[in-house]
């Protein structure tokens, strides 16, 4: 359920909607825009009536959502949301470039990585340190020590960090070194992890699960909007369908239908929806057209001896080609994009 308060309404009138939907059970979630307020209510609204909130001082309106997602959606906080990574901002006018490696093999090739991402105009710095592999034969990341390379590459070279963080246990540690946390997609609905970042100090990038609806994806969202999180980036990396010729397929159709429905900044992932590094730029490119507020992309100094997804990743050569093309793409559609503005 939604309150959308007169845009003369007092603070003692807006706390005393809170206090009664505290009443009755409701945690309440605010969202000033410029024209209004919006409270929207978390919990058990079915058996009450709208009514119950409509003759209060203060209310101009009360709506009741259908929807399995309250907080993401744009009904609740119509202005799109700005997501503060270090001292980069996604969700803004610029597209913002998140690059890296699949994983952190080493501290030469980590420094070398950030070299080719800050020469190409990216903004941060990407790598996993905790991977979930198919087969636990495969390498799962050099743990916390890769952190510290990670960390260290990144202040080297202006970056902000952005790493994938798997279970509750490693949230703290992961968020001494990291400013953006990933929830990769197999961990889309794993709701004690999602509830846990709700609790975070850092932002959260949520990746759209294997085979996730639109619908779905924005439910996860909400679990740590709920938990008092607000800081929420969404990426689109794939789905897994019939096709067999990439390693997904790329739904470019969500971001723009994301952005019409969610306030929350939409990345792409290219890498992930690709599998073969040839597809990567053009799926970037495409990315930039649509809309997407940023990109993710896999670059390796030397991908074809990659611990971990060579084949999707680009050179550092490629990726500032890329870089260049979709900084064209970006300046006509009025944006910048890598810190390089039109």
């Known amino acids: 359920m939604l ?7 007092s603070e003692d009138e807006i706390d005393g909607v809170f206090a009664v939907a505290r009443a009755h059970g409701l945690e309440v979630h605010r969202s000033d825009g410029t024209e209004h307020s919006i409270l929207g209510l978390v919990g058990d609204c079915h058996s009450l009536s709208p009514q119950r909130f409509a003759g209060l001082p203060g209310v101009r309106e009360v709506l009741r959502l259908s929807t399995p997602y309250r907080l993401a959606c744009r009904a609740f906080h119509p202005e799109p949301s700005l997501v503060a990574v270090g ?3 996604v969700g803004g006018p610029e597209v913002v470039l998140i690059a890296g490696p699949c994983a952190v093999e080493s501290e030469e090739q980590i420094e070398a990585a950030a070299t080719a991402v800050a020469a190409a105009g990216g903004r941060i710095l990407r790598g996993g340190v905790f991977k979930p592999r198919t087969s636990p034969h495969e390498f799962r990341g050099l743990g916390e020590p890769g952190l510290r390379m990670l960390r260290g590459a990144a202040d080297r070279h202006g970056l902000a960090v952005c790493t994938e963080v798997l279970g509750v246990e490693q949230i703290a540690a992961v968020s001494a070194y990291a400013d953006l946390l990933q929830v990769g997609a197999r961990n889309m609905q794993n709701f004690p992890l999602l509830d846990a970042l709700g609790h975070a100090s850092r932002p959260v990038l949520l990746k759209r699960g294997l085979s996730a609806t639109i619908a779905e994806w924005l439910a996860a969202a909400d679990y740590v909007l709920a938990a008092g999180n607000p800081h929420v980036i ?5 789905i897994r369908t019939f096709e067999t010729a990439t390693r997904n397929t790329l739904d470019l159709s969500a971001v723009p239908v994301v952005k019409g429905l969610s306030h929350l900044p939409v990345v792409v992932d290219p890498s992930h929806a690709a599998g073969h590094r040839k597809l ?7 990315a930039v057209a649509v809309g997407a507020d940023g990109l ?4 390796h100094p030397d991908p074809d001896h990659a611990l971990s997804d060579g084949p999707q990743s680009l050179t550092a050569e490629e990726f500032a080609a890329t870089a260049n093309r979709c900084r064209m793409i ?12 039109v």
């Not at 969404?234 to 794939?238: K, N, P, T």
């Not at 990567?280 to 495409?286: E, G, H, M, N, T």
């Not at 009025?334 to 503005?341: A, D, F, K, S, T």
């Open 3 to 9: 309150i959308v308060l007169d845009h003369q309404a």
């Open 280 to 286: 990567v730029p053009s799926l970037a490119r495409a």
């Open 296 to 299: 993710l992309v896999e670059i």
């Open 330 to 341: 970006a300046a006509a559609l009025g944006r910048p994009l890598g810190g390089c503005h």
């Open 234 to 238: 969404l990426c689109e990396r794939g």
């Open 87 to 89: 001292d980069v901002t």
